[in-house]
């Protein structure tokens, strides 16, 4: 699952977030192989009534434009429910977003850490599970995915967190190879160019 924008964009406008929900369905769909994505607008609620000015004008955006896979608006218990394969958003709550689930692995590993060896059972079980708690730590450390493709620029840009150790820089270079072994970039671009073309027929067929 993927979300935009998670900070690089801290004030969006509709045009932004449906700019976003194009360049997530063609990374969804060549990079990591979902062939029907489906994008969710995160708002307060599922109605298309619910929301601020941004989100109301985003889903009528959305809904209109036909290179979008749009399903419905997303409240925040969906974003890892699976319903969703790209979740839209503005820049400043998609950062809070993404903090807060990265503070959520951390607890959980903590808390994995100090329960499971407590007594001889807890012990014996901790050795027991160890190749799939190592498991667990690899899909919700924040360090194992490297960062995050910077879109909208002409190249592979990844950007990760200041703190970044070996592995994190490790896994952004893997990302950045992934990337270009599917030609992100010259998709969203050919995409983005054929979609222009369509939108100008409807409009001179309109006129």
């Known amino acids: 699952m993927i979300v935009l924008d998670v900070g690089a964009n801290?004030?969006?406008?509709?045009?932004?977030?449906?700019?976003?929900?194009?360049?997530?369905?063609?990374?969804?769909?060549?990079?990591?192989?979902?062939?029907?994505?489906?994008?969710?607008l995160?708002?307060?609620?599922?109605?298309?009534?619910?929301?601020?000015?941004?989100?109301?004008?985003?889903?009528?955006?959305?809904?209109?434009n036909p290179a979008i896979p749009f399903k419905s608006n997303a409240e925040g218990r969906d974003v890892l429910s699976g319903e969703f394969d790209v979740?839209?958003?503005?820049?400043?709550?998609?950062?809070?977003?993404?903090?807060?689930?990265?503070?959520v692995g951390a607890v959980l590993l903590q808390i994995l850490k100090e329960e499971l060896p407590r007594g001889i059972h807890g012990?014996?079980?901790?050795?027991?599970?160890?190749?799939?708690?190592?498991?667990?730590?690899?899909?919700?450390?924040?360090?194992?995915?490297?960062g995050a493709l910077l879109f909208g620029v002409a190249g592979v840009c990844i950007i990760s967190h200041g703190s970044s150790k070996a592995a994190s820089i490790f896994n952004a270079i893997r990302l950045a190879k992934e990337a270009i072994d599917n030609e992100v970039i010259q998709r969203i671009q050919s995409y983005t160019k054929e979609h222009q073309e369509l939108a100008k027929q409807a409009v001179a067929k309109e006129g």
Do not use: W
Not at 12 to 30: D, H, N, V
Not at 45 to 64: D, F, M, Q, R, V
Not at 93 to 102: H, P, R, S
Not at 127 to 143: F, T
């Open 10 to 40: 801290v004030d969006s406008r509709p045009k932004y977030l449906e700019q976003f929900a194009l360049m997530g369905t063609i990374y969804s769909k060549y990079v990591l192989g979902n062939e029907e994505p489906q994008v969710g």
């Open 123 to 146: 012990k014996a079980g901790a050795m027991i599970l160890k190749p799939n708690l190592k498991r667990i730590k690899q899909r919700i450390d924040h360090a194992e995915h490297g």
């Open 42 to 64: 995160l708002n307060i609620g599922e109605e298309p009534s619910k929301g601020n000015e941004l989100a109301l004008k985003t889903h009528e955006l959305l809904t209109e």
């Open 87 to 103: 979740i839209v958003c503005d820049g400043f709550t998609g950062n809070i977003l993404l903090k807060f689930a990265e503070s």
